[in-house]
């Protein structure tokens, strides 16, 4: 679904991705974890353009993102992107934030998104909070809602960057759990997370960066085995140990 080709990426001077070669296939889960600065969430936003590459090719399901026919707001409405905060509109009721890509980018009228927006609500188990504005709910529930806002244009993808990390600990498994649902219903997801738990369980692969390059690229089996590289063994022994 996605191949990453010799992808680099500088920021100015500073390169923070070197050479990053990687498959993520249809229907599977990908885990990316790595130091803080590894480049992570840089890696993540080039899938949508949102970080631009100075080298290498990323193909989107066959296709360059970056050939010169590639709207890149249809690449966008393709790709669900969903964050730490949940950047909800606050000002907009829950079923209002989740029928707003309808009406901005499909231009669908308020009577034709409700309904859609309502079943995407009931996926998630929110329909209750429709008419809540974000402040009257919690944060695993914006996490939620924010996830569903992202879904409801049928992306090909999902991508979450670090989507539980902003929530108090005893939201976080409720998130936790919509994804393991949304994985086990096939959905192509790349995720950035810590929860090696989620991911142990979770992912087919997962990638470990350093320093902007892929050091490793495994499955969750051989990730967490006494084979794993160093590098990983000592990164995995700070996660618990800060758990
Ligand atoms: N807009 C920017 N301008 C300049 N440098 C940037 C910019 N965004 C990120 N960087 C740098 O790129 C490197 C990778 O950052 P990135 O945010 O991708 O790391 P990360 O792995 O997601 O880290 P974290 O775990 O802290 O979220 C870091 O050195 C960071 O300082
Ligand atoms: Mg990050």
């Given at each position: 679904m996605i191949e990453f080709q010799n992808v680099s990426k500088w920021f100015g001077a500073l390169q923070?991705?070197?050479d990053v070669n990687a498959t993520v296939a249809k229907g599977t889960t990908t885990v990316l974890c790595g130091p803080s600065g590894s480049g992570k969430s840089t890696l993540i936003r080039t899938v949508n353009r949102l970080e631009p590459i100075q080298k290498g090719q990323i193909t989107l399901a066959g296709r360059d993102?970056?050939?010169?026919?590639?709207?890149v707001n249809v690449l966008r409405s393709g790709i669900g992107f969903v964050f730490q905060?949940?950047?909800?509109?606050?000002?907009?009721?829950v079923v209002e934030n989740v029928m707003l890509p309808l009406l901005?980018?499909?231009?669908?009228?308020r009577a034709q998104a409700r309904p859609v927006a309502m079943q995407m609500l009931e996926r998630v188990g929110l329909a209750d909070k429709?008419?809540?504005?974000?402040?009257?709910?919690?944060g695993g529930q914006s996490q939620r809602v924010a996830i569903a806002r992202s879904l409801i244009l049928k992306p090909e993808v999902l991508v979450l960057d670090?989507?539980?990390?902003?929530?108090d600990p005893e939201m976080v498994g409720e998130v936790l759990k919509l994804l393991r649902e949304l994985s086990a219903d096939g959905i192509t997801m790349m995720c950035v997370t810590h929860e090696m738990g989620f991911a142990r369980e979770v992912a087919d692969r997962i990638w470990f960066l350093r320093n902007g390059t892929l050091t490793f690229d495994a499955e969750p089996a051989q990730f967490f085995s006494?084979?794993?590289?160093q590098d990983v063994r000592n990164f995995l022994s700070a996660v618990r140990k800060n758990h």
């Open positions: 923070v991705l070197r993102i970056y050939a010169k026919d590639v709207d905060q949940f950047n909800l509109f606050p000002h907009l009721s901005r980018i499909r231009e669908r009228s429709a008419n809540s504005l974000p402040a009257d709910i919690s670090e989507p539980t990390s902003a929530l006494d084979e794993a590289h």
